[in-house]
């Protein structure tokens, strides 16, 4: 039976709930669990349907996904950063870019880069000094600027775009969160210290991207990456982008490359500072499978509490908290019908605390993913990838590249929190860890038999 979904409570005069979203975004978003499956938001005059729950989420995102298209106040705001590329394009546009764009995240492709993320490990780590404070945010952005400088944009000229990139990042997530509360064009042009601020920090990203470009253009040498991939074309077509596509592409390779991969292992460090328990196994476990070797893509199939221990980092603190859609065709949606040109809003942030599907669901327990535990309602409510065709297809890559990085650190580093209690998240544009400086201490290496 059809039913009129709910409002949510809090809406103010003009801005309806963006105020209670700007002032406790994750806290709003998952006590609007408790009203239904969907429930009604009004940005700033805007009407947007809050999905909640994994039933919900499924329909939009996978069984009824033809009547939805990347668009919304979430979507709007992406494209002011990284224009219209593979991650942010329509369904139509996503048809032709994305075979440009997948040989690259090819598991093949990804094995031969696992070196190359090793030694990156083996460089960022290089500096740090035992007893002395690591600012372990900013350490992870270097780390994922060098990946993908080295695996996906490999020409000098792009390792200076990820460093770029690492830089700008935190103030343009800034930028892009007061956008997507505020969707209101006109705020965001006014001269204020915040607007300039973004302002600067995409005007330096775009020239560094421009560079980027221009010497690809000009070299005469193919390089074997994603953005000669890209400058080539789609060679069954005959289709070759242009600047201002290839661009889009860059900026979408680099804000995903660099900050999902960096606010997952920032995270995942900060955790085990204040889970000794966890920590201990993961000890166990690297010291047990890798001995002395370095690790190499062929030992990580044996890494199974790694990838569980991320894999339950992602579900407590998706770097995209905030997923959104517009509708192109009628949808019914648990009961709900949405209409034509309505924005839709899904948090996997919230989806993911869900007590039904995750018990204690605040908990750091990588054991819920052991496959006798892992339950379809938890397969369905895990979004921190998206879900159906617009699925990300760097998933593999990103996985590999934080296996790599946290068995290789766990190996040789433990870090020491400074402080006691948990570590707050911090919800920009996407999900990151409030700073807290960590201490870095060697690990006396211990082998155990196999």
């Not at 600012?135 to 780390?143: C, E, K, P, T």
């Not at 085990?272 to 328990?277: E, G, N, S, T, V």
Request: glycine content about 6%; charged content about 25%.
């Amino acid at each position: 039976m059809r039913q009129t979904a709910p409002a949510a409570r809090g809406e103010l005069p003009l801005v309806g709930h963006a105020a209670r979203l700007a002032v406790d975004p994750l806290g709003f978003l998952e006590r609007q669990r408790a009203l239904g499956a969907v429930v009604v938001l009004r940005l700033m005059g805007r009407e947007c349907y809050l999905i909640n729950g994994a039933e919900a989420a499924a329909q939009v995102l996978v069984t009824r996904q033809d009547c939805f298209d990347k668009g919304g106040p979430f979507m709007e705001a992406a494209r002011q950063l990284v224009g219209n590329g593979v991650i942010t394009c329509g369904a139509a546009e996503h048809r032709l870019q994305r075979p440009v764009m997948r040989p690259a995240f090819h598991r093949g492709r990804v094995a031969g880069y696992t070196q190359v993320m090793r030694s990156c490990v083996e460089e960022t780590t290089r500096s740090w000094q035992a007893g002395r404070r690591l600012d372990v945010g900013a350490a992870m952005y270097r780390l994922a600027a060098l990946v993908v400088a080295r695996t996906l944009v490999s020409a000098p000229v792009g390792r200076q775009a990820a460093q770029v990139m690492g830089e700008a990042l935190p103030e343009l997530l800034r930028g892009l969160l007061r956008r997507m509360l505020i969707p209101a064009a006109w705020v965001h042009r006014l001269p204020t210290p915040a607007n300039r601020r973004f302002d600067a920090a995409r005007l330096r990203l775009d020239a560094a991207v421009r560079d980027v470009i221009a010497q690809y253009r000009q070299a005469d040498q193919h390089r074997q990456d994603l953005l000669s991939q890209i400058i080539a074309g789609d060679e069954d077509t005959g289709r070759r982008p242009g600047d201002a596509e290839v661009r889009d592409q860059v900026m979408s390779v680099l804000a995903a490359g660099v900050e999902t991969s960096a606010s997952l292992l920032a995270w995942t460090f900060q955790l085990l500072a204040h889970h000794p328990d966890v920590q201990r196994r993961l000890w166990e476990e690297v010291d047990g499978e890798l001995a002395e070797d370095p690790v190499t893509f062929e030992d990580l199939p044996r890494l199974t509490f790694t990838r569980r221990l991320l894999t339950e980092v992602l579900r407590l603190y998706p770097p995209t908290w905030l997923l959104s859609r517009i509708v192109v065709e009628p949808a019914e949606i648990c009961g709900h019908v949405l209409p034509r040109g309505a924005d839709v809003l899904i948090s996997p942030y919230a989806l993911h605390r869900d007590p039904a599907v995750f018990p204690d669901p605040g908990r750091l327990d990588p054991d819920r993913w052991l496959p006798e535990r892992l339950t379809p309602a938890q397969r369905r409510s895990f979004l921190a990838f998206g879900a159906g065709r617009r699925r990300c297809m760097g998933e593999f890559y990103g996985m590999t590249e934080t296996t790599v990085a946290l068995a290789s650190i766990a190996r040789t580093w433990h870090l020491h929190p400074t402080r006691p209690g948990p570590v707050h998240p911090v919800p920009r544009f996407l999900l990151v860890p409030a700073e807290q400086p960590l201490v870095p201490y060697r690990r006396a290496l211990r082998a155990v038999q196999r």
